[in-house]
């Protein structure tokens, strides 16, 4: 046993690794969360179990940053619209989550364990706060957006902040409140200003983190693609905002939270930036984390004798016990379920590394010289509920989403989009435009059912094409890299063919496809025509949804899209298709939309959200007439999105307006951001069918266009 504790940095990282690795093998065995297992084999290996490695900085600096981390993530994974909607929600169950068990411990420390009113306010204030141990938990079930996981992650901050502050505001008054310091003149001043101050500094890292975090992130995401740049600049802010909190007077993980929410709307859920950030956390720092708060818990001190041991378990039961009342009176009152009811109690049961911070303050407040506050007793008891309070936070979240995700089967809602035949064809020709169109398809796909993306290259079949079908496999190598890092199968197709529009034709029949994703024609040195060699011929041959983007700068960053609709929009059979692939943009984007158009066609619009989508920020602007559209330009952003819906000739919502549709954009929306949408205009493919009345050939324009422009001349 000379051999132990590890102090070589080699071998602790190995040994922490291992545990990272068996860990989940072993609990899943069980049928135990893995994070237990992990908060277990911290204890086992600490000090005060087999001291097979000694808690150095590694675990002081990987610990900080998991907690960093978890709070971080439960910023960046919430619902901001949901917070919106139910604010006075979320504060009536921050208020009781923390005040009530702030005073059942209060109480219980004075009467039964006998502390002083200083200890008792100190405990409850450490009771008061939770840490989101189980929260990624929530990310294995996919529930980061429920509305009770998303109530318990906002009242936990709430409750955390409101700890901070008074512990904070009695760190400042103990000198004055303490008899055995004098309580001089220089500290009752001190105790007056505190709290202006504090007020103070607070609003000024609150409105600095609003106003100089987004424009930073605007900034840096619009400039700079790079995967490993993005991801160090968010760690960055993270870090930065971390430190601030601390400078003002509050612990670091109030400052992650709130920089996770700051950045909450310019890294998508579905980006590939997010599966990085989440990927790093809950394989390492997490980890690391999780095992750090084992190493402190000595299991040793229960065999001390009975007072010990009851001190722990009314801890343990008290601070439980108040959790608990807060969640499931709240649940109550807002007539919740009972899953929620035990989510929201799972979640904020925990107690970890926060509480250790805590009791560390009050372990440098001194009552008699050479004695302090925090006895060795409460050390223990704070200590030895850490772990109970883990287990049975981490069980409860467990069990209360299996409960949620059986009730969601039990009772599905009505959604179009589980019904849907989804199929996408991204179209790519060139490298600068290829990745713009991937995002864009990763933001529209159906999550739910999680299929593949067909990425398509075509190759003009000439003297030239074995040059460019190399070319189109090196695109298609840098576009499954992308899909992969964002999670999503990617299925890479190079084809040749004498004429590029039969050739995505065919291959969108041979996939089976739904609808086709492509870039606009921006390339005017090979043609001036707008909608270049090809689009024209290929939404007149195709009658399936066809999506053309041009963007000028990185969707993550765009804050708000307008959508015009032509009348009669909703009598079509893609009506409910093309809605249906915006609201998830929006969703993803967490930014707001708005809707142009006639009053009918915005009634059916406000159904379909309010039915499918009630998170979208949705605003409905009158559009009487389609002559009204190069208005529009004038409120055109350049971080906004305009799209607009179009239609093929001889359909419902077909105008002769839209004939000018290639001149009003290229005149009024030159630079901006832009999206048309060609919707599904029959239930069936028809491009193969011949008749005298339809015609097999369009020009993009007619003679008497020409004609027009010549006399205008």
């Not at 002083?116 to 100190?122: D, E, G, I, V, Y």
């Not at 904070?168 to 055995?180: D, G, T």
């Not at 559209?629 to 001889?650: C, E, H, M, S, Y």
Request: charged share 15%; proline share 4%.
């Amino acid at each position: 046993m000379h051999y132990f504790p590890i102090t070589n940095p080699t071998l602790i990282f190995f040994v922490v690794l291992l545990i990272i690795l068996f860990a989940p093998i072993i609990m899943s065995k069980l049928r135990i969360p893995h994070i237990i297992g992990m908060v277990l084999a911290g204890v086992v290996i600490g000090q005060y179990g087999l001291n097979v490695l000694e808690r150095d900085n590694s675990f002081e600096l990987f610990g900080r940053v998991g907690l960093y981390y978890i709070m971080f993530l439960a910023g960046l994974e919430m619902d901001m619209e949901g917070v919106k909607r139910n604010k006075g929600r979320f504060m009536v169950f921050g208020l009781l989550t923390c005040l009530v068990p702030l005073g059942l411990t209060y109480i219980v420390a004075i009467t039964l364990l006998h502390y002083s009113p200083a200890a008792s306010l100190l405990l409850g204030c450490i009771m008061a706060s939770n840490t989101l141990v189980a929260y990624p938990i929530i990310g294995r079930y996919g529930l980061q957006r429920h509305s009770s996981v998303a109530l318990s992650v906002g009242s936990s901050m709430i409750s955390l902040f409101l700890a901070l502050v008074m512990l904070a505001a009695f760190s400042a008054a103990y000198p004055v409140l303490n008899e055995s310091t004098g309580g001089d003149t220089a500290n009752e001043a001190a105790l007056w200003l505190f709290f202006p101050v504090f007020m103070l500094k607070l609003s000024a890292f609150i409105a600095g983190s609003v106003i100089v975090i987004p424009r930073l992130a605007r900034y840096f995401l619009r400039r700079y693609s790079d995967a490993v740049m993005q991801y160090i600049f968010v760690m960055a802010v993270m870090f930065l905002s971390a430190a601030c909190s601390e400078l003002i007077g509050l612990e670091g993980i109030f400052g992650a939270f709130f920089s996770g929410l700051v950045l909450n709307r310019y890294i998508p859920r579905v980006s590939p930036l997010m599966v990085r950030i989440e990927f790093i956390g809950n394989a390492l720092f997490i980890p690391y984390f999780l095992i750090g708060v084992g190493m402190l818990i000595n299991v040793r001190t229960l065999s001390q004798g009975p007072h010990v041991l009851w001190i722990v378990l009314l801890i343990a039961f008290v601070g439980t016990f108040g959790k608990a009342v807060a969640a499931y009176v709240s649940s109550l009152l807002f007539r919740l379920s009972k899953a929620d009811g035990n989510m929201m109690f799972g979640l904020t049961s925990a107690h970890a590394a926060g509480a250790i911070a805590m009791l560390m303050v009050g372990m440098g407040l001194e009552v008699t010289p050479g004695t302090y506050l925090v006895s060795d007793d409460m050390l223990n008891g704070v200590v030895m509920m850490i772990l109970v309070t883990c287990i049975i936070s981490t069980l409860m979240t467990e069990h209360a989403a299996q409960q949620i995700i059986v009730q969601e089967k039990l009772h599905p809602k009505h959604d179009t989009a589980t019904n849907d035949d989804e199929k996408i064809l991204l179209c790519v020709k060139y490298p600068d435009i290829a990745p713009q169109l991937l995002s864009l398809a990763l933001m529209v796909r159906n999550q739910k059912l999680n299929r593949e993306i067909v990425a398509l290259n075509v190759v003009y079949d000439d003297k030239e094409s074995a040059k460019n079908r190399e070319q189109g496999m090196r695109l298609m190598e840098q576009l499954q890299q992308r899909a992969s890092a964002a999670d999503v199968r990617l299925q890479p197709h190079v084809r040749l063919s004498s004429n590029i529009a039969n050739g995505i034709k065919h291959a969108f029949r041979e996939s089976a496809g739904s609808e086709i994703i492509m870039g606009m024609h921006v390339h005017t040195e090979v043609t001036q025509k707008f909608w270049g060699e090809f689009i024209q011929s290929l939404y007149n041959g195709l009658n399936r949804q066809i999506l053309l983007i041009r963007l000028v700068q990185p969707l993550s960053t765009l804050r708000r899209i307008h959508v015009a609709v032509p009348s009669r929009a909703e009598f079509e059979p893609g009506f409910h298709r093309w809605l249906e692939r915006i609201s998830r943009m929006a969703e993803n984007l967490d930014c707001r939309i708005q809707f142009h158009g006639r009053q009918e066609s915005l009634n059916f619009i406000a159904d379909f959200l309010n039915e499918n989508h009630q998170s979208v920020r949705a605003e409905y602007t009158i559009m009487n007439h389609w002559n009204e559209l190069p208005q529009l330009a004038a409120n055109i952003g350049k971080d906004n999105l305009f799209v607009v819906v179009t239609a093929r000739k001889g359909t419902i919502s077909y105008k002769t307006a839209l004939e000018r549709l290639p001149d009003e954009l290229q005149k009024y929306y030159s630079g901006k951001n832009l999206l048309i949408i060609f919707p599904d205009q029959y239930g069936i493919q028809k491009e193969d069918t011949m008749s005298f009345t339809e015609a097999q050939h369009h020009e993009e324009s007619s003679i008497y266009d020409a004609l027009l422009r010549w006399l205008h001349k």
